[in-house]
């Protein structure tokens, strides 16, 4: 199963085959994320989704949650640097 990369953004949505290159650059510290984008890494039934909630750079900046299968794997606020780091690990298990 391809994993996915969907970033739906003021009602635009782009889904893409997601890669640890592309993770970095859409969570890099530059990049700009408008409140109420949706950044959602999938592959079967595992999945992590950021919403950008808060002020670029705060420690609130995204709610995080996140599932495989039943089981909820995250959830809560987190720092951009913590929301990527989650989903390198995300992309992980799936490589390793």
Same mark, same amino acid.
């Not at 085959?17 to 999938?42: C, K, M, N, W």
């Given at each position: ?7 739906? /953004? ?16 859409? $969570? ?6 408008? /409140? ?6 999938? /592959? ?17 900046? $995204? ?23 989650? $989903?390198?690990? $995300? ?6």
């Amino acid at each position: 199963m391809t994993t996915v990369l969907r970033i739906c /953004d003021n009602g635009h949505e782009r889904i893409v085959p997601a890669s640890a290159e592309l993770v970095e650059r859409v $969570f890099a510290p530059e990049a700009a994320i408008a /409140d109420g984008t949706e950044i959602t890494v999938a /592959d079967g039934e595992r999945w992590l989704a950021a919403l950008a909630v808060g002020a670029q750079g705060s420690p609130g900046e $995204f709610l995080l949650s996140g599932a495989a299968g039943e089981i909820a794997t995250a959830s809560g606020q987190a720092a951009r640097s913590d929301t990527l780091r989650r $989903f390198r690990e $995300f992309l992980l298990r799936r490589d390793g």
